[in-house]
């Protein structure tokens, strides 16, 4: 229950990621932007066509033939040369909305305004007077395409009656779709001289993003309720091809434009009717416009082209950034439209594209939720990393081959999004977790083991479970005398300094002291933490604890006038482990009979006068550690039949040859004793209390032989605590 934070944290990041990707929410359109800038930058870009050329009014042509504009006079020769050198089509990326001041009748009515009196030119040959109608002239003698602006947002309503001039060959009639299409107020364009002998009219505007990066051209804008007007690029392309008409494919689901057909050319746009640039980084032919008037212009440069004719002057301002180039000519925008449409290599956002990124979303969040949940930091953090990236490749993949804009910033946030909050839950929740362990066994287990049980809490359960676990307990002897002739204050001392180095060298070995209860100590090896040589480690800290005692004795009885000895149990079983109390007060613990052994053990300890008494299990589990001597079978209150117990002597290895030999001749009168051989039994005795007078067990077993009575009992070599205590 306490991870489930985690997966819902994760499930209700997916729907708010779904939301997401279904409303398009305009925060995460930079980022989008950014990363088509980055592909189109990285990726390999394909061939530009030779179908286009610029004619640029660069600085050096306004160096050397005057500020602009020029005179109509100059427009006619470089109409002219255009010509001569075989243009297909003229572009003009130059708006002609004013006559010429320069031209001689222009200028004798400027002057007579000016000075209020009649002014003639006198020298002007006949029929040469009127530059504009010259340029008029040589504009009807080629296929010649002039620009106009819509405007967007200065005229209060469209008004087509003013647009009469207007000549640009329109889509369609009619107003059952015009609602779809981009609106605009009117009409900035060239005289109507120049319309009706220009071949056409387009308007030539560009479309910024937010941050002034054009990414996209409009191709079409409606202007009053039924006239549908061409962008100057694609009206040069038409021209070009000589097509009567275009087609628009109209898309109610999106309530906007789907493509734009010329004939058997297709045009995919987004639903504003726009054509997504996929920008060169091979730059177009520029011919200098002072190249082209003074004649230094081979004909193979221009011959067959659509020449677009605009200004790179940064006098002019009309540059763009774009996201190969900070500063751009207009007229390259326009040449990248018509460049793009005749290679068909345009870029493009399909419709299902919205659907592939949520079901994208869908499924690698979806997948991404188990592996948080469940692997570690790191795995996660490789899953989530990799997935991104596999997203990233395939983004740049379909932009390179088959010029689908697929943003990876929607399923890539997505992705991010539910690792971050998901890892977050799941760190505050490990965090709440470990702060409970640390509360719970902070001063019950060593730093080491309560740093291995933060690290691995999946390792163990606080849950009531099954695990094979030692259990150690320990108590003082003949505590309760000592309790009554000792002060509330002394007692307090002298417990806290026999409990701490006695709980410290249990923790030093990987125990968990279970508690305290007075003089006793429970401690437990193999939960809450699996280890695997729990038995073993539970006998050496029992060891350590006796030799630990030894040298605290001499000092404790100084200071408490109390010599502290300790009787020590331990057994090894499986048993139940975890959480045990109230609702509202409870304690992690260990139940089970492994437990009862543990404490009979330490029972058995006075009877037989030994400072601890282990299990048979514990005995073979941790054999290869530990010197013991077998006591015998005894039995058990709880049990129905004996079981097998141990001294617990030394470390394997120290047992000095003495001890050998006691428990030698130990061992072999315990063994006549079960033959009922009683004579030769207590003959072994006799040689065991040589070695060591004092010895508990070997006293006990005689005691027990004298005191058999006549009549023998089968089971003498059995002991039996309450028989014992009956016959005492």
Not at 236 to 247: C, E, G, T, V, W
Not at 314 to 335: F, Q, R, S
Not at 411 to 434: C, D, H, P, Q
Not at 634 to 651: C, N
Request: proline letters at 6%; aromatic letters at 8%; hydrophobic letters at 45%.
């Amino acid at each position: 229950m306490r991870k489930l934070p985690v997966i819902v944290t994760g499930l209700a990041a997916l729907l708010f990621c779904l939301a997401l990707g279904y409303l398009q929410p305009a925060f995460l359109l930079p980022l989008s932007r950014y990363s088509t800038d980055a592909f189109l930058r990285t990726m390999t870009q394909p061939p530009r066509s030779n179908l286009v050329a610029i004619v640029d009014i660069d600085d050096v042509s306004l160096s050397q033939f005057g500020q602009w504009p020029w005179s109509r006079t100059l427009m006619k020769r470089m109409q002219d040369e255009l010509r001569r050198l075989g243009a297909a089509v003229i572009v003009y990326d130059i708006i002609f909305a004013e006559p010429d001041r320069t031209s001689p009748n222009n200028a004798s009515r400027e002057w007579t305004r000016e000075f209020m009196e009649d002014v003639s030119i006198d020298g002007i040959p006949s029929g040469q007077g009127d530059f504009d109608a010259a340029f008029a002239e040589s504009i009807a003698q080629s296929p010649t395409l002039l620009a106009c602006f819509m405007d967007l947002a200065y005229a209060p309503v469209a008004d087509p009656e003013t647009d009469d001039h207007y000549q640009g060959h329109y889509f369609e009639t009619g107003p059952a779709n015009h609602r779809l299409l981009p609106q605009a107020r009117r009409a900035i364009a060239a005289l109507p001289l120049f319309q009706k002998a220009a071949a056409s009219t387009a308007f030539f505007n560009a479309t910024v993003d937010p941050d002034n990066i054009v990414r996209r051209t409009p191709l079409l804008f409606a202007l009053g309720p039924n006239r549908i007007y061409p962008a100057l690029s694609l009206e040069a392309l038409r021209l070009y091809r000589q097509d009567d008409n275009f087609h628009i494919d109209y898309d109610e689901s999106i309530h906007g434009i789907a493509s734009i057909r010329l004939k058997n050319l297709k045009i995919p746009t987004d639903e504003q009717g726009r054509l997504v640039l996929n920008f060169r980084s091979q730059p177009f032919p520029h011919v200098s416009a002072a190249d082209l008037l003074t004649g230094r212009v081979s004909p193979n440069t221009l011959s067959n082209r659509i020449v677009l004719i605009g200004t790179s002057a940064a006098g002019l301002k009309d540059l763009e950034a774009t996201p190969l180039a900070p500063e751009v000519p207009g007229v390259d925008i326009h040449a990248t439209a018509i460049d793009n449409m005749v290679a068909g290599d345009m870029l493009h956002e399909p419709r299902w594209l919205q659907w592939a990124n949520l079901f994208a979303i869908a499924v690698l969040c979806g997948l991404m939720i188990p592996i948080i949940y469940h692997a570690r930091s790191w795995i996660g953090f490789m899953a989530v990393f990799t997935a991104i990236f596999l997203v990233i490749l395939l983004s740049g993949w379909l932009m390179e081959t088959r010029q689908v804009v697929a943003s990876p910033v929607e399923v890539g946030f997505s992705i991010a999004l539910v690792y971050t909050l998901m890892t977050v839950v799941k760190y505050w929740n490990e965090e709440r977790e470990r702060r409970r362990i640390r509360s719970m066994f902070g001063v019950m287990v060593s730093s080491e083991v309560l740093q291995f049980i933060e690290d691995h809490p999946t390792n163990f359960s606080l849950a009531g479970r099954k695990a094979e676990a030692t259990v150690f307990v320990s108590d003082i002897v003949n505590f309760s005398a000592m309790a009554e002739n000792l002060p509330p204050e002394a007692l307090s001392r002298l417990m806290n300094d026999y409990l701490t180095p006695m709980a410290n060298r249990i923790m030093q070995r990987g125990g968990f002291v279970d508690k305290f209860d007075g003089d006793a100590v429970m401690a437990v090896w193999g939960v809450p933490y699996p280890l695997k040589d729990h038995a073993a480690q539970a006998c050496l800290a029992a060891l350590d604890q006796i030799q630990l005692l030894a040298t605290l004795r001499t000092e404790l009885a100084q200071r408490f006038h109390h010599e502290i000895h300790i009787r020590i149990g331990i057994n090894t079983g499986l048993v139940t482990a975890g959480n045990m109390g109230s609702e509202k007060r409870f304690q992690y613990t260990v139940l089970g009979d492994p437990v009862n052994q543990a404490f009979r053990n330490e029972d058995i300890c006075r009877f037989y006068q030994v400072p601890a008494v282990i299990g048979e299990n514990t005995y073979l589990q941790a054999c290869d550690a530990i010197e013991v001597r077998q006591l015998g079978l005894a039995t058990l209150k709880g049990k129905s039949l004996p079981v097998t117990i141990y001294q617990l002597l030394g470390r394997k290895g120290e047992g000095s040859d003495a001890m050998r030999e006691l428990v030698h001749a130990y061992e072999e009168a315990y063994k006549c004793c079960r033959e009922q051989d009683w004579e030769q039994a207590l003959q072994r005795l006799e040689e065991a209390l040589k070695i060591e007078p004092r010895d508990g067990p070997s006293q006990l077993l005689r005691h027990r032989i004298q005191t058999r009575g006549h009549h023998p009992s089968d089971d003498l070599h059995i002991f039996n605590a309450g028989e014992h205590l009956r016959r005492n």
